[in-house]
């Protein structure tokens, strides 16, 4: 879904028809052991490791400190691997490098014995979820088509063969962030449901958008260096760069002025958007100017009674829509008008931020609480307040009327007071029984699809994620399935847990935020996080510039510049 704000910081979320088909061509495999190459000897198909229950630790308090997946690491290597691995120049390989490094992340390879409750989680609510992504992940190749025969022949209803198939063909690695620190933020979001109307009725005064038709597109990766102004022509809706030519050329026919200065280049689809005036390209129009002015180039696919509500629907990045006839509307992510996502953060009695959170670039990412703070506030209940994807989020006291395409307006249309400048648009989505499409472009599972940010975690991809159920404290631990992905889901131990629709969904994800760990699980013999020369961070060390920023590059998800 996307994210789901899906936000814009670049980018609220990938979009789940666009990424799905960028995914289709992507995943670079290099010349390694294919993915189900494995030794015979380390096969577990007939005979399971034995269970860890007694040395995985208890309580969510009790998570292996952050030395621990470094020593099991130097104790032994993983299963079915060589105890030799490739050197730093060759690349790394899934399975047989014990340890590697990408600018982001560090990931370190465990016994699956290591992972806590690894043998207590029932494998087969994860099933479901890891077949649906088999359905984008066969087309990467054939190693992946390979593992995914093999899932497809395992016993759906055998938890111990489905935990078997996982021990055999993939090796977990400990996620650690670029300071080595184990420990990150796990948030929640659902898809939530708000009334409306298909026409403009009083108190249905809100449009929901669909993607606008005069939305043009510039590859971010293309742009020249620098601040200036440079010629470019429009071909369908592709920008392109004009080489060679020079404001003293604009004059020709077809040619527009585009300031560099003025756009983002930093979205995680690596994608610019921006509008024409006269003869210039400009970023796309913020919240407050469609707010204000309209979008007379969009669709309006819905009219809902509440600016506070749709906000969070775009932050959720799908939603449902109950008309009074009990017809229901299901919208998903279509695309973000590209500007960064800046709520407004809820302050405490102290004057902290409730959401502390770290701004790099155009984007944030957000980070655990001090614990210190008054942050009590239910979001349920405060109407000043909303509490969703791990952010507190203060709304504005009072919201105006906005500006409706086609509609003339009693007073001057002063939007509504929601200062953040990014903006999704959505497309209406079939009613499907499952969840909503995510950023994979298949539909989440409830409990057991999470969103990531795909430069650390790619998408499709298993991953363990040990942490506490919002609430209560009860260590919640489970095997789930990397399917969506946001803007604001930025950072290598980072994940975000889809609850499903409904209120018991609604009020569990706006009360998830707590500190976890996460495995991914990566196909043996998969080659990642290849350096380009044999510089290697290490601990303490500065990030090597010859590290990739992707572990697995997935053009449309994840860019490896």
């Not at 609220?12 to 030794?39: E, Q, Y």
């Not at 999704?424 to 989440?444: D, I, Q, R, S, Y």
Request: proline share 7%; with cysteine; aromatic share 6%.
């Amino acid at each position: 879904m996307k994210s789901h704000l899906c936000f814009a910081s670049a980018r609220w979320r990938v979009g789940g028809a666009t990424i799905a088909a960028a995914l289709a061509g992507c995943g670079t495999i290099g010349a390694w052991t294919p993915f189900g190459a494995r030794d015979a000897t380390t096969s577990t198909a007939s005979s399971p490791p034995a269970s860890s229950a007694s040395s995985a630790p208890s309580t969510p308090s009790q998570l292996p400190p952050s030395t621990s997946a470094a020593d099991v690491d130097a104790r032994r290597p993983p299963p079915g691997a060589s105890a030799a691995a490739p050197s730093p120049a060759s690349g790394h390989v899934a399975g047989r490098s014990r340890t590697f490094s990408t600018k982001l992340a560090t990931y370190t390879s465990v016994g699956f014995d290591a992972v806590p409750g690894w043998r207590q989680d029932d494998f087969s609510e994860s099933w479901p979820a890891f077949l649906g992504s088999c359905k984008v992940l066969t087309q990467r190749g054939a190693e992946w088509r390979q593992v995914c025969d093999r899932a497809r022949k395992v016993d759906r209803g055998n938890d111990v063969a489905i935990r078997n198939f996982f021990e055999t063909d993939f090796a977990a690695y400990q996620i650690r962030d670029d300071d080595r620190r184990p420990d990150g933020v796990v948030t929640g979001y659902f898809e939530p449901e708000i009334t409306g109307s298909r026409q403009y009725e009083p108190p249905n005064i809100y449009p929901v958008y669909a993607q606008p038709q005069d939305m043009l597109f510039a590859d971010a990766r293309k742009l020249p260096p620098g601040n200036g102004i440079v010629a470019a022509r429009v071909r369908g809706r592709n920008v392109v760069v004009q080489s060679g030519l020079s404001t003293r050329d604009m004059g020709a026919p077809g040619l527009y002025a585009l300031d560099l200065s003025a756009v983002t280049r930093d979205t995680l689809d690596r994608k610019v958007r921006l509008r024409i005036e006269g003869r210039r390209l400009l970023p796309y129009f913020t919240r407050e100017e469609i707010e204000t002015k309209g979008a007379p180039n969009a669709k309006v696919l819905a009219f809902v009674s509440s600016a506070a509500a749709l906000y969070e629907m775009q932050i959720q990045g799908s939603g449902r829509i109950r008309l009074s006839n009990d017809e229901v509307i299901r919208v998903a992510y279509a695309e973000q008008n590209g500007q960064p996502f800046r709520p407004s953060l809820a302050q405490s009695a102290s004057g902290k931020a409730r959401s502390p959170v770290k701004v790099r670039g155009s984007s944030i990412e957000l980070e655990l609480d001090d614990g210190d703070e008054d942050d009590d506030v239910d979001g349920d209940t405060d109407v000043s307040v909303i509490r969703t994807r791990g952010f507190t989020l203060a709304l504005p006291k009072t919201s105006g009327a906005v500006m409706v395409p086609g509609r003339r307006t009693a007073g001057r249309a002063t939007g509504s007071g929601i200062k953040d400048p990014s903006y999704v648009f959505f497309k209406e989505a079939g009613a499907t029984a499952g969840g909503p499409v995510g950023a994979l472009g298949v539909p989440l599972s409830a409990g057991r699809s999470i969103a990531v940010d795909p430069r650390s975690t790619p998408l499709g991809y298993p991953v363990f994620v040990s942490t506490r159920t919002p609430g209560s404290g009860v260590p919640m631990r489970r095997l789930t399935i990397a399917q969506d992905t946001g803007g604001a889901i930025r950072g290598a131990v980072r994940a975000d847990y889809f609850f499903g629709n409904g209120q018991q969904a609604a009020t569990q994800a706006r009360r998830m935020k707590e500190r976890g760990q996460l495995w991914v699980l990566l196909p043996r013999g998969l080659a990642v996080a290849a350096a380009a020369s044999s510089t290697i961070r290490t601990r303490g060390a500065a990030v090597g510039a010859d590290l990739p920023e992707c572990l697995v590059p997935a053009e449309g998800s994840c860019v490896d510049d």
